[in-house]
């Protein structure tokens, strides 16, 4: 039986890197797709002050419900162009080795229905770049994304595809001093993974 693994993984700005769409004769391979976000543990949060001595860096925790829901918008994103898919619960997939994340078939260990021939795995990084003052007009968020396609049962590769995304967003800064409302920045992110989530799929299927 064959298996494929679709590997999402975020990179920050509004241009497509290192793409590598699937063949045509590849396409044909698809057919059941098990989809996964793994990419909102965190949010990386700096800020610049005047001095050394006021930088921060920190993470902000985010909520669990946003990778469920991300499974979700990329499931619908291939079953669109499709592909029978269902989103599955983040905990299904693991990482040998985290620092590697899912950049490697030999890393991935992934536990899916028989039926399933391809999992795709949305996994990066949120960074959020901040300065107060005058300076904060150039705050933002960058959202990290790459897409790598295995076949499962060789661990060859099928497709390779990554986008870059800028939001700016200058009401919010990343000083410990403020305090923001957390779904300010659940807006922030929900947005970036859903512009950024179609951007990474045309790449790879166009």
Known sequence: MHKYI????LM????????????????DLIKSAAVVSKIADNLHCSYIGLTVFNNTNNLIPLDNSLDAQFSKNLANELSALGVQSYAIDKDSVSYVNPDVGPEKWDNVRA?????????????GTYTFNSRGGYYARNNGLTTSASIYIYDLASGRLLGKG??????PDGNF??????????????R???RSAAEIGKEVINEITK
């Open 173 to 186: 800064t990343c000083d410990k001093s403020y305090v923001h409302p957390l779904d300010h920045l659940t």
């Open 111 to 123: 536990h899916l229905p028989p039926t399933t021939t391809t999992l795709v795995i949305l996994d």
């Open 162 to 167: 990554s986008a870059n995304r800028y939001f």
């Open 6 to 9: 679709f590997i999402v993984f």
């Open 12 to 27: 920050c700005s509004c241009s497509t890197l290192n793409n590598n769409v699937i063949k045509p004769e590849d396409r």
């Open 188 to 190: 922030l992110v929900e």
